[in-house]
């Protein structure tokens, strides 16, 4: 029988709009669809009506299926000749195991292809109107997960280089450890003013943007009860939002998704 296909895609940060015309190409055409949680259900109506859909959505506190029950299910597919579509929020390559997923694949002797997607990184904070790098405020930014492998001994964050480093810093996947990651940084000598923007469910009508500094924003977080997707971002770039750039909050309601408008911000 002849070896099926993978193609790890990225499917964007929310906004099903910003998916890549390539990966939508794909989306069609794909014997199975693997999806992730975060992916816009309309999304999944761009599938072939007789794909076989499954859902490999991982969450904070429960998993539907374990990384390896999906590398594995990917491989089997592929091996019984079919052409499988692992579609992933954001990009597949940033903090999203494309890389492992790939190398599942070359293991076993299945041709990949991966398709960069539009990050959560640059485009969440983009719908909230906080650009990463301003030339006047910051240029360079840090990108970081909140949510490090558990087995890992310690943090393999170098958090005083982090804090030396200047411009801007976002935190992918930290809600439940943003205390924990806000105090090292001043431990290590951020400035506790810093501000400082936690952005829910991102690029998604059901956005929500808070505003502290450093010091504050996660018990901001908390007193308003953010949960995962959750993206924290730290650096005078945040002050740019409340200077007229929170364009996506304004938007009509028509404009955002069928039935739903905006949370605004808080």
Not at 182 to 192: F, Y
Not at 206 to 212: E, H, K, N, V
Not at 251 to 263: C, I, K, R, T
């Amino acid at each position: 029988m002849k070896l099926g296909k993978v193609y790890l895609v990225g499917a964007g940060p929310g906004d099903p709009d910003l998916i890549t015309r390539k990966a939508l190409r794909l989306l069609g055409e794909a014997d199975v669809v693997i999806y992730d949680r975060l992916i816009p259900p309309e999304l999944l109506w761009e599938a072939r009506p007789d794909a076989e859909l499954i859902d490999a959505g991982k969450e904070p506190t429960k998993r539907r299926l374990s990384q390896e029950s999906i590398n594995q299910i990917m491989v089997d597919r592929a091996l019984k000749g079919n052409t499988v579509l692992r579609l992933k929020g954001g990009d597949p390559l940033v903090f999203g195991r494309g890389g492992e997923e790939a190398l599942a694949c070359h293991k076993v002797g299945i041709h990949f292809e991966i398709v960069p997607g539009i990050s959560s990184a640059y485009a969440v904070p983009a719908y909230a109107g906080i650009p990463l790098t301003h030339r006047h405020l910051s240029s360079c930014f840090t990108v970081i997960t909140g949510h490090e492998d558990p087995q890992k001994p310690e943090s393999s964050i170098d958090y005083e280089a982090l804090a030396k480093i200047g411009g801007t810093i976002v935190i992918l996947m930290g809600v439940k450890r943003l205390t924990r990651i806000t105090r090292t940084l001043i431990a290590q000598g951020l400035d506790d003013k810093t501000p400082a923007a936690i952005i829910e469910w991102g690029a998604t009508p059901r956005q929500r943007a808070l505003i502290g500094a450093l010091s504050t924003i996660a018990d901001i977080a908390s007193e308003h009860h953010i949960q995962s997707p959750a993206i924290t971002v730290i650096g005078e770039v945040v002050r740019l939002r409340e200077r007229g750039l929170q364009w996506f909050d304004l938007l009509p309601a028509d404009l955002l998704a069928p039935g739903q408008a905006s949370n605004g911000t808080i």
